[in-house]
């Protein structure tokens, strides 16, 4: 003030008069100004609230860099504090530091995709680990029965809230999924979840394949996992290996279900009806060879099932491997599977390789030319 | 001779004035450009690289959201502190200066109305925070697309065996949302608002006080007032909380008086890849012109028949 | 002073009080004065530190508005920016952007005044060379001496062909050499017609220059008229000899004792009566007699 006044003699009418404008324009503004802040608020820019318990979680410096625009630098720097708390395994810090990352900046995804991984796999696996090496009982109790669920739990929360705040996003859902199917052994609500993230517009093509996954694994599904799975097999651009066993597994379900509720004569009628249905087949195969044993029948079977098009090449190395049970047959098996094995070794599951490492010594391959060098394991 | 002689010079003195000319505000703007220029303001570039690679290379084993995210909370951070320290200190340090060193009289006793002075010296300084915020978005972006090709390479280097076009696409796709895209142009359009108002706020300010550091530390306050105040308001009188008519009436001024800055934080959310609709950009350059309009006027109300 | 004299600059009546922090009464800087300049007249303003010799410039040139009366420039008021277009303004102790080079200070102001690209560029040059700083042109203005520095001090008020020239202490701090510069600039101005005022406390640079004088003190124009008219001393005549060798001396000295009623009041190098006549008007008080006290 006293510099004010000693800077310069300036008449007091022209602040009043200046006063007066503010004033006047001010009150032309401020509807303006909150119209603005309503949009903004709309449209996801006002998130954070800094209130009380904002106030709380932040240091002094950085409740004002984060007031006065620098809010996501301010998120930034509790990550890394967050980082540097994982590091020291101080999973109380990790939990806030997240916890303030998170409500700085609600709508960035990794945000909370980190919050729950720090929760849900690394303090989870940090205090397994730690019960492995634990002798007292009750803290193992504790650990085991208290502190992981805990974590598990807070994880999914974490998860969850992230995906209310990030709608557009297949992150946070499929977060969900992974927690839902690796953690809970889920694969109901896994692949509920996986199905979510799958629609969103940026979500990876592995998604979908994952909610199949989870799918196949849902007991009493099958019919809807095998409609996903058998598209994703005929359609989709990768056909992966987890895609191969669930395709196989699926229609191996099926073929059981067939030969356990139907007479030979009653498959024999339906594939008349449905030639193009491979499966009939298989099923006629299967229950030749379970009841009857008729091998060469089995392979009658099959031999017009590899007839199909559409039959997946799996049938193709299950065909070969029945022919391979004929001693008579064998070398001539052998030929078919160790084409098939160097062109598509997928199609061998490991029972299929332990097998084929049978017919292997059976028909004393040298051990330079056998396809399974030592253990069948891939 | 008699007094009539003088009419011929009245007449002309009259006819060769003009009441406002942009000709003689640019010469004033483009001189404080000049001055800041030679006073080796750009050598804040070096602080601001140092700071960017500085954060590209020290977070290198994050994930590539966060270390995306670290580029550009670091330049859209320095972007505004730079650009808000040289509003409002090169405002405060220049005005002042012309006071105390009487630069200003041979400029004012020079045909140059006071108002044209004070447009001069804004524009000045906006062109020069302008010019310093192309040039650090110029880093920052370059900075940017090196990055995220970099990070895609790497990304693919660490994915087991030959990944598909698909597979690629899909990461490419990721990062680059969150890499370079055109949504930070508004980002630091919204910078440079802001700084615009600060460098207002400085002008009206450096008005009434001739000293820099009263200038400077006036409005500091003010622009710390202007990020707080909404917040203030929410702070102290939550919705649907009565409070006394006297606290209200206060946090009414202050509200109606200080400018809300904090109207132009949208930074923080196009980081978190939200997008700001142009309709809103054009409110925030509406509201920032009538700010720059209305302080200009208040300075020039203070400045007009000030004492030198 | 008549309405109907021709008049460059006409003050009248001006007072100029300055309000003292947290007291009631009021600094008079300026009681009062009033004064007229005729176009091609060179004007001198002296007077005693905080006189109101500053103020009254000021009050010319708009910088500060008077408390009363009136200030006129060719017959346009001080406080319409348009009559700065015939003024030129030469500060004291003039500081300008110390980070432009001469040329680029001459075509800034010019263009203040609304001067063209291309004339900005002939100007520039030609005022440089008037000012003798051609060799400085590029040079930051850091780096020039005061004597420099109030040289392009008066080429910037002499960018826009003023017809009116204000100059405030021209050669303050400048050392004999660039003081005589200045002067002779200042009488080139005469030649043209320019009409200029100048403020100074070098009593005999203002005697060599000015037309007329104006003595301020206290706010008040104490004196004012022609140089001649008040420094003249009616019963008395002073002879200036040149190479006058003693024998020359000593007859003119017995001429002198041969009259009736003629006195050789004291013989010797001339000395500047204005500054007895300054001083005089002032109170007496010169710098000793102050230190004494």
Same mark, same amino acid.
């Given at each position: 003030m006293i510099i004010l006044v000693k800077s310069k003699l300036f008449s007091y009418g022209r602040v009043l008069v200046s006063l007066a404008i503010l004033v006047v324009f001010g009150f032309l503004k401020i509807p303006f100004e909150s119209q603005t802040e309503q949009k903004l608020k709309d449209k996801g820019f006002r998130d954070w609230v800094p209130n009380m318990s904002a106030r709380e979680q932040l240091t002094q410096a950085s409740f004002i860099g984060a007031i006065g625009g620098f809010r996501s630098l301010v998120a930034s720097i509790y990550d890394l504090r967050a980082h540097e708390a994982f590091r020291d395994k101080d999973w109380g810090s990790v939990e806030r530091f997240r916890k303030v990352t998170t409500s700085l900046q609600?709508?960035?995804?990794k945000h909370w995709d980190l919050a729950a991984w720090d929760m849900a796999w690394n303090a989870y696996a940090y205090y397994r680990s730690k019960s492995e090496f634990s002798d007292d009982d009750l803290e193992l109790w504790r650990i085991e029965k208290m502190i992981m669920p805990s974590y598990l739990e807070k994880g999914l929360s974490f998860a969850k809230e992230g995906a209310k705040w990030t709608p557009e996003s297949y992150r946070l859902p499929m977060v969900i999924g992974d927690i839902y199917a690796q953690k809970y052994n889920n694969p109901k609500l896994a692949s509920e979840w996986y199905f979510k993230s799958s629609q969103a517009k940026d979500a990876p093509s592995y998604i979908y394949r994952a909610y199949a996954t989870q799918l196949a694994k849902c007991v009493g599904m099958e019919e809807e996992a095998y409609k996903v799975v058998s598209n994703l097999y005929n359609g989709g651009k990768v056909r992966t290996l987890t895609l191969r066993r669930d395709m196989e597994r699926l229609e191996a379900y099926f073929v059981n279900k067939l030969v356990q509720s139907n007479s030979i004569n009653e498959l024999k009628e339906m594939v008349k009806k449905e !030639?193009? !249905? *491979?499966i009939i087949y298989d099923a006629i195969a299967t229950h030749y060879l379970g009841e009857e044993n008729n091998i060469s029948l089995a392979v009658n079977a099959y031999r017009e099932l590899v007839k199909n098009p559409k039959a997946p090449d799996f049938y193709r190395r299950k065909f070969a491997l029945l022919i391979a049970r004929d001693p008579a047959n064998e070398e001539r098996a052998y030929g078919l599977l160790k084409n098939m094995y160097l062109s598509t070794p997928q199609i061998f599951r490991r029972v299929d390789l332990i097998e084929l490492k049978k017919i292997e010594s059976n028909l004393n391959i040298p051990l330079n030319e056998k396809l399974i060098k030592s253990d069948a394991s891939r | 001779m008699t007094v009539e002689n003088n009419e011929p010079i009245y007449n002309e003195l009259n006819s060769k004035f003009k009441l406002f000319s942009p000709s003689r505000v640019m010469a004033i703007a483009m001189n404080t450009f000049t001055q800041l220029v030679r006073m080796k303001v750009f050598y804040f570039l070096l602080i601001f690289s140092v700071l960017i690679i500085g954060a590209n290379v020290l977070f290198l084993n994050f994930t590539f959201e966060q270390e995306l995210k670290i580029l550009q909370d670091v330049s859209f951070g320095a972007m505004t502190l730079f650009a808000s320290i040289f509003s409002i200190v090169g405002t405060a340090l220049l005005i002042p200066k012309d006071i105390e060193d009487r630069t200003l009289y041979s400029i004012l006793t020079k045909p140059v109305p006071r108002f044209e002075y004070l447009i001069g010296k804004l524009l000045g300084i906006l062109f020069l925070v302008a010019v310093s915020l192309v040039l650090m978005s110029i880093l920052f972006f370059a900075v940017l697309f090196f990055r995220q090709h970099g990070i895609l390479a790497e990304e693919i280097n660490q994915m087991r065996g030959q990944p598909t076009a698909e597979q690629i696409s899909s990461l490419k796709e990721n990062i680059f949302a969150q890499g370079l895209r055109l949504e930070l142009i508004n980002g630091v359009v919204a910078v440079f608002l802001k700084a615009a108002v600060a460098a207002a706020i400085a002008l009206v300010v450096s008005t009434f006080a001739s000293s820099t550091l009263f200038t400077i530390i006036v409005s500091l306050v003010i622009y710390f007032i202007g990020h707080a105040q909404s917040m203030a308001l929410d702070y102290y009188f939550p919705e649907g909380d009565m409070h006394g008519a006297f606290q209200r009436f206060i946090a009414g001024i202050v509200a109606i008086i200080f400018p809300n800055l904090q109207i132009f934080n949208v930074v923080d959310g196009i980081v978190s890849g939200q997008s700001v609709p142009m309709s809103l950009m054009f409110r925030l350059t509406g509201l920032t012109g009538f700010y720059l309009f209305i302080y200009s006027f208040v300075s020039w109300v203070l400045f007009a028949k000030k004492e030198l | 002073m008549s309405k109907d004299l021709p008049t460059a600059v006409q003050i009248k009546n001006l007072t100029k009080t300055f309000p003292v922090p947290f007291k009631k009464e009021k600094v008079v800087a300026v009681d009062n004065l009033s004064l007229s300049v005729m176009p091609g007249e060179v004007y001198g303003l002296i007077g005693p530190n905080g006189s109101g010799k500053s103020t009254t410039m000021k009050v010319l040139l708009g910088l500060i508005s008077a408390t009363s009366g009136s200030s006129t420039v060719f017959g346009m008021s001080s406080t319409e920016t348009a009559s700065r277009g015939s003024v030129g303004f030469l500060p004291e102790n003039p500081y300008f *952007?110390? *980070?432009?080079?001469g040329a680029e200070t001459i075509a800034f102001y010019g263009k203040l005044c609304g001067l063209k690209r291309k004339v900005i560029k002939e100007r520039t040059s030609e005022l440089l060379n008037l000012v003798e700083l051609e060799g400085a042109r590029d040079r930051r203005l850091a780096g020039y001496s005061k004597g420099m520095l109030q040289r392009i001090g008066l080429a910037q008020a002499l960018v826009g062909r003023p017809k009116l020239v204000v100059l405030d202490e021209p050669t303050a701090g400048v050392d004999p050499a660039g003081s005589r510069k200045i002067r002779d600039l200042i009488m080139q101005l005469k030649d043209q017609g320019i009409t200029v005022i100048l403020s100074s406390h070098l009593l005999e640079q203002v005697q060599e220059v000015c037309d007329r004088v104006g003595i301020i003190f206290e706010g008040k124009l104490v004196r004012e008229g022609s140089l001649k008219t008040l420094i003249e001393i009616e019963d008395q005549t002073e002879i200036v000899l040149e190479n006058a060798g003693s024998d020359l001396l000593k007859k003119i000295t017995d001429l002198i004792n041969q009259e009736n009623g003629v006195n050789l009041i004291r013989s010797g190098r001339p000395r500047t009566t204005l500054e007895t006549l300054f001083l005089k008007e002032t109170g007496g008080e010169s710098k000793d007699v102050r230190n004494e006290s």
């Open positions: 609600p709508r960035f995804a !030639n193009s !249905n *491979y | - | *952007y110390k *980070y432009l080079t």
